[in-house]
Each structure stands twice: as structure tokens, then as C-alpha cells.
């Protein structure tokens, strides 16, 4: 009880876990959740990312960690090994500024990097007015260039702050 009153109730925590196959809907639940870069189902699917996509990445060489807070999903990130990069990372609004974005990039930034050597890399919307350009340089990471559709490229070369 007195942990509680103090604000040490670790379930207040982020918490991360790596996802499986039985964690896809909760990814997209969280990934049309977002305020900023949001995109519907159906534009996501437009994309060619759907259900059965993500599954079979997480089965071929991609791995994805939920971040639970207070025992509830509060965000997801996604890594693709081939690629050395971070292909997705999304908190939902109501927990944000909880370091559940930290955690989860620190998550995708560990398993890359302990696949080898070489700088690894995201990509992010093209408005350099999105949160997202900031925590990233927050993070460690440098613009990199842009991809075709306008996205803005980083990169990173050594693991994040801790």
C-alpha cells in the first residue's frame, strides 16, 4: 500500500514483451490508435500490410515487442532483420510521455544490432513538424536522406542512450 502511495506501483511501468503471431490484431488495434501518422486499416492494407503480412514477417525474420503499462497494450515496434531496420513503432495517446516509445525503440535497436555489425534504420513521415523527428534525434539517431514517397531516412550506428 505504501508503494502505491509513493508512485511505486511497477504496474505503472512500461513492460515489454516480444509479440507473436496472436498479438497482430492488438499491433493494428494500436497502429489506427495513433494521433499523429495515423492511418485507417484500409490504408495500411492499400500498402500491402495486413494481418496475414505481418504474421508471415514475424514468421520470416522480423520481430515485433508490445510495451504493456499497467497491464494494458499501450504500444508496438517492429523490426525487420534483412533489412536492418526499424519498421514500425506506435504508442497509443493515452501513454504517451510514459517511455513506452524509449523502451520499445530500445527493444528494436538491441535485436538489430545483435544481428551485426553496420547501421540500422527507420523511416518516418515526410511533415518534419511530427513528435516522431524530434524523439528520434532525441534518441540518437541522424537524418539519413529521403526515400522515394518523401519519407524522412535515419540512421543509427552504435545502440541508443540508456
Not at 508490445?66 to 497494450?73: A, D, S, T, W
Request: aromatic share 8%.
Amino acid at each position: 500500500m505504501i508503494g502505491n502511495a509513493m508512485g511505486n506501483d511497477r504496474s505503472a511501468f512500461p513492460h515489454v514483451r516480444i509479440a507473436g503471431r496472436t498479438d497482430v490484431e492488438t499491433l493494428f488495434r494500436i497502429r489506427t490508435g495513433v494521433r499523429e501518422n495515423h492511418q485507417s486499416r484500409a490504408e495500411i492494407a492499400a500498402l500491402g500490410i495486413t494481418p496475414d503480412s505481418v504474421a508471415r514477417m514475424l514468421d520470416t525474420g522480423a520481430r515485433a515487442w508490445v510495451c504493456e503499462i499497467g497491464g494494458r497494450p499501450a504500444g508496438f515496434s517492429m523490426a525487420v532483420a534483412a533489412e536492418r531496420t526499424v519498421f514500425a513503432l506506435f504508442v497509443l495517446p493515452e501513454h504517451e510521455g510514459r517511455g513506452a516509445g524509449r523502451a520499445l525503440l530500445r527493444a528494436a535497436e538491441d535485436w538489430l544490432f545483435a544481428l551485426g555489425d553496420g547501421p540500422i534504420q527507420l523511416t518516418t513521415g515526410a511533415d518534419e513538424a511530427l513528435r516522431a523527428h524530434g524523439f528520434y534525434r532525441r534518441m540518437g539517431w541522424v537524418p539519413a536522406g529521403r526515400e522515394g514517397n518523401g519519407e524522412l531516412r535515419y540512421a543509427r550506428r552504435t545502440p541508443g542512450p540508456r
